[in-house]
């Protein structure tokens, strides 16, 4: 009955939200966008975002103060590399007279970021997808991450935590990937094995880097689709909700920007991103590790994929196993160079991981 009520309650805060009189006199149209943890609508100039009240082993929102909490946290960590598109935090509350207002009096019933909204045009993954992206704008979106990465903190003493998360995300992804249901055992299993054979055998390395101090709180979720190159260029979309996710190897989350990148058609831009890192951060990891990084990151994609047939109801169902493929088989070109060299080999029956 509680999950009912829920579940009645967030449909009633969407419908409010989507009505363009919501946000007073300027406002035209609200374009509203479902996400698998938030709701977001697009006004004429405005952005906001309602957490949606879930749980799941790795995020809680499922209250209003931890929504709360963890809008101050989006908040807070986006102004370090998009401090012009975050604006503030504000109250959803219900007046005296029973009616939702945004940002009034009453009682809070729920909490959302607002932001500037940046034009689509100029996000990464479009202007890759339209050929409009120069080498210039590369370069300057190499520098801002390269100063950014610099600036932070090194976690030598938490670094554990980035090697504990490589591990259980590969878990993770071997169990969800090899699932019966998904019907992908043959083209999953081959390079599953191989990630799971650096990732033992390149285990002292990581550990190695983590007491050099490489590794810092990134960004967590750096993605072509995160990135506006206009002026000052913004990089948004942090992932707010768990630390140790951004507990990262720089160069692992700059390749992995460039792999998502190559997987739109634009192979030329992980080279000049990297090259940039090494500008400031001259202990790049030597290309077994990268491949590593490469082939994680790329299977971790592919699982996320598929996860969202899982959800009920499932969103955009013919989208997800084809997607998940593509990654998969990126996953292969990642690792193509170790495919022969003495990896630890397992033999998977799908259903049983």
């Not at 300027?26 to 309602?50: I, N, P």
């Not at 592919?302 to 998940?324: I, S």
Request: charged share 25%; aromatic share 8%.
């Amino acid at each position: 009955m509680a999950r009912q009520q829920q579940i009645a309650d967030l449909a009633a805060k969407v419908r409010f939200l989507s009505d363009p009189a919501t946000y007073g006199r300027g406002t035209t149209h609200v374009q509203a966008r479902e996400t698998h943890m938030s709701w977001v609508f697009l006004t004429d100039e405005l952005v906001y975002k309602l957490k949606k009240p879930v749980r799941h082993a790795f995020l809680d929102f499922s209250s209003i103060g931890k929504r709360h909490f963890y809008c101050d946290e989006e908040l807070r960590l986006n102004a370090r590399l998009a401090a012009e598109t975050y604006r503030r935090v504000i109250p959803l509350c219900h007046d005296a007279s029973g009616h939702f207002a945004l940002d009034g009096s009453g009682r809070v019933v729920d909490w959302l970021v607002e932001m500037k909204r940046l034009p689509q045009s100029d996000m990464m993954d479009e202007r890759i997808g339209s050929g409009r992206l120069t080498t210039a704008e590369i370069n300057n979106v190499g520098k801002t991450l390269v100063t950014f990465y610099a600036q932070r903190q090194t976690e030598t003493a938490g670094g554990g935590a980035y090697l504990r998360h490589l591990t259980g995300e590969q878990r993770i992804n071997r169990a969800i990937l090899l699932r019966p249901e998904f019907a992908m055992c043959d083209i999953a299993s081959g390079p599953l094995d191989i990630v799971d054979g650096l990732l033992q055998r390149l285990r002292p390395r990581i550990e190695a880097r983590i007491r050099l101090g490489a590794i810092v709180e990134g960004h967590g979720d750096l993605r072509p689709e995160h990135i506006c190159l206009c002026q000052p260029l913004q990089i948004i979309d942090c992932l707010e909700f768990n630390r140790s996710m951004r507990i990262v190897d720089p160069y692992d989350e700059i390749n992995y920007l460039g792999l998502e990148c190559e997987m739109l058609g634009a192979p030329w831009i992980r080279p000049l991103l990297i090259q940039a890192l090494e500008s400031r951060l001259p202990n790049r990891p030597d290309g077994n590790l990268l491949a590593f990084y490469g082939g994680y990151r790329a299977l971790l994609r592919a699982r996320l994929c598929v996860a969202h047939l899982l959800e009920a109801p499932v969103r955009h169902p013919e989208k997800w196993r084809p997607l998940a493929i593509r990654y998969i088989k990126q996953a292969e070109r990642e690792t193509f160079s170790l495919r022969s060299r003495s990896v630890r080999r397992l033999t998977p029956v799908c259903g049983d991981a």
